[in-house]
């Protein structure tokens, strides 16, 4: 690990072959209020990013804003001046010109669509590329699953899923608490067949669970949920799962966000994780991300067995037992 503008760098290689993805992972805070400080933070870190010859790099949900927080018309009044298209000349000044010489795309996540006399938005996941235009609806991914207090602000999304083909491979989008579903996964992982999930998240880290009896009790059940769903749902689904947290304390609520920000293998396992507390920089070069869902698949192919026993009805989202 290593200290760069004020972050810590995480570096890793997976193999060899230069000719795998390269992803960066922005495990950082966001401050609630601060448009211009996290502003500034994303467009550091995305610079740092580029020097290190990352292709992908992610960042958090609500990366641009910070979340919600129960002050409902303060809250309000200051998302409305902070939805993605406000953002647009930042954008196009300061962070599109990254894109080129390796970064290929950069994927960001805001509020869109509420206008100042509307109180309810898009969570939006975009991806900001070279040519495209990244608030096209192919170019996004609005939250499906709106939990807890997003429903105070956030309608679901028109559509459930974006699938976008790379040369790395192929990528589905999900936005944290989408994540806990498996009929979405699934439909990602043996409809559209996707190689991996980019995932970003504001995940919470506390919550209390008590099992007196058994003298078990947790305190961050949120934070522990969030290590194995990641697991469990790349096995199962024998997809990757690219995930990018927020992390550290609200600025308003207190609330503490879980961070854990990793990459997780088609086989469930593991590959690297950043710090539940800290901000971090996480970078893994060359992954070979068809190649290692293909081996797992010459062990036991999920979707080639499932498939025996259900089939798939009508638009193939939905699957219902072979007669």
């Known amino acids: 690990m290593e200290s760069v503008d004020e972050f810590q760098v995480v570096q890793r290689s997976y193999c060899d072959d230069e000719s795998g993805l390269s992803v960066g992972l922005a495990n950082i805070h966001a401050e609630v209020p601060g ?40 809250c309000l009044r200051y998302m409305q001046a902070a939805r993605a298209e406000d953002h647009a000349d930042w954008i196009e000044r300061e962070l599109r010109p990254l894109i080129g010489d390796g970064l290929e795309a950069i994927i960001l996540n805001g509020l869109a669509g509420a206008g100042p006399t509307r109180e309810c938005f898009l969570n939006r996941t975009f991806v900001l590329g070279s040519d495209a235009e990244y608030l096209a609806d192919e170019n996004t991914y609005d939250k499906v699953f ?58 919470r880290a506390a919550g209390h669970r008590d099992y007196p009896a058994m003298n078990l009790r947790t305190d961050h059940y949120y934070g522990e949920l969030w290590d194995a769903v990641m697991a469990a749902s790349s096995a199962t689904n024998q997809v990757w799962t690219i995930a990018c947290n927020a992390v550290g304390r609200h600025g308003v609520s207190g609330v503490p966000f879980w961070g854990g920000s990793g990459i997780w293998a088609p086989s469930g396992i593991c590959l690297i994780q950043a710090s ?29 067995d499932f498939k025996q026993v259900y089939r798939p009805m009508q638009d193939g989202s939905t699957f219902t037992r072979q007669v």
């Open 35 to 74: 448009v211009a400080a996290n502003r500034d933070k994303v467009l550091r870190a995305a610079s740092i990013f580029k020097q290190r010859g990352v292709n992908i790099a992610v960042f958090p949900e609500f990366c641009l804003t910070g979340y919600f927080w129960d002050a409902h018309d303060d």
């Open 146 to 203: 709106i939990p807890g207090i997003e429903k105070n602000f956030t309608e679901s999304g028109r559509d459930d899923r974006l699938v976008l083909d790379t040369r790395h491979g192929r990528l589905g989008f999900t936005t944290c608490y989408d994540y806990l579903f498996s009929e979405l996964l699934r439909e990602y992982a043996m409809v559209e067949q996707v190689d991996a999930i980019v995932q970003v998240a504001s995940w």
């Open 276 to 304: 539940h507390v800290n901000e971090e920089l996480v970078i893994v070069h060359n992954v070979d991300i068809r190649g290692a869902q293909e081996s797992e698949k010459d062990d036991f192919d999920y979707a080639f």
